[in-house]
């Protein structure tokens, strides 16, 4: 028995460096572990840093095409119709530091072609049925901000913003017409918008942005279109100047494996001298990507402005009347979405 237990002290002590060198290289290899993944965090962490630093653009072209043929149409038929839009949305963002900038673009054109006759001249000659307009939109937005928190959620900057058409616009909603018909074309009229004050991030995802004063200037170009100010100026002159608070909230997100993103953005210029009426404008997207780039775009804007007027021509009394204009518009793109 003392012989046995010599043996199993003997044992126990050739065992213990053994076992111990194995519970140090255990230890070593989950420290060397934890040492590796906390190593490839920091990594992560500096690649995600990097990619939100510098310039991010980003190009969605977009085309929409429909149209109605009847062959030996009856009487209740309508014309024969062909319509065309297309849709450019550019997004260009920088980040770096605590300097924010991020920038949007869109020019959108539709026309629609439509059969049968059209009075349009001035000496009342029946002409082929030029293109009536669909969409026509130029519409740029900006905003910059330098940071002013810790977090980097509250930023003092502002917004711009620049709205026009690109084309002439006559009566009917006409391409081409005679000089009295003409409503509106490039700069007639044209939008400019300020906003110094607050911008609050809280997300990636979401900015507000306030300011407790800001400008809203139109400017009509074509003199011949300022008598009315049915386009946002005043009557006879070639402008308006709007001074009020300007509130501006943005929404944009991916889900679904960025298989769809959604964007939205809203923009409300209210004016102290006249009761707080003003401008709105709110503009909203949904893309569903499709395969390698190519999709498939929904659009849904409304524009308000309490300036701005539709012109009704009572043919009887030869009386043009003011009323007040809201434009929504809604519209389904196959879109094309690249980076640049």
């Known amino acids: 028995m003392k012989q046995l237990s010599v043996l199993l002290l003997a044992f126990c002590a050739c065992m213990a460096p053994a076992l111990s060198q194995d519970t ?24 995600q840093a990097k990619a939100e630093t510098g310039w991010k653009k980003r190009a969605e072209l977009g085309l929409t095409m429909n149209g109605m043929k009847f062959i030996n149409p009856q009487v209740s038929d309508p014309a024969d119709q062909f319509g065309l839009g297309g849709l450019i949305d550019l997004f260009a963002d920088f980040r770096k530091g605590k300097l924010l900038w991020e920038n949007t673009g869109r020019l959108q054109l539709a026309a629609l072609r439509n059969g049968g006759k059209t009075l349009y001249d001035d000496k009342g000659v029946a002409r082929d049925n030029p293109f009536s307009k669909g969409a026509d939109v130029l519409l740029v937005r900006s905003t910059a901000g330098y940071s002013i928190s810790n977090n980097d959620k509250w930023y003092v900057g502002g917004n711009a913003r620049i709205l026009t058409q690109m084309f002439p616009t006559f009566t009917g909603g006409f391409f081409n017409g005679a000089d009295k018909d003409l409503n509106s074309q490039f700069f007639s009229p044209l939008n400019f918008a300020l906003s110094p004050g607050i911008i609050y991030k809280p997300t990636n995802n979401l900015t507000f942005s306030l300011s407790p004063i800001g400008l809203d200037y139109t400017y009509v170009a074509e003199s011949a279109l300022r008598t009315s100010g049915a386009l946002g100026n005043e ?29 939205s953005g809203l923009e409300w210029v209210p004016n102290y001298r006249d009761n707080m009426n003003g401008r709105v404008i709110w503009m909203n997207a949904a893309n569903i990507a499709i395969f390698k780039g190519f999709g498939l775009k929904l659009t849904g804007d409304a524009f308000y402005n309490h300036y701005s007027k539709t012109l009704i021509r009572n043919e009887v009394t030869k009386v043009v009347e003011q009323k007040l204009r809201t434009t929504g518009r809604l519209g389904a793109f196959f879109t094309y979405n690249t980076k640049f």
């Open 24 to 47: 140090d290289k255990a230890v070593n290899e989950a420290r060397q572990k934890a040492e590796k993944a906390a190593a490839d965090a920091k990594t992560a962490q500096e690649r």
């Open 235 to 263: 009557p006879g002159k070639a402008s308006r100047v709007v001074l009020g608070p300007v509130f501006n909230a943005n929404y944009g997100a991916t889900f679904f494996e960025k298989r769809l993103s959604l964007g």
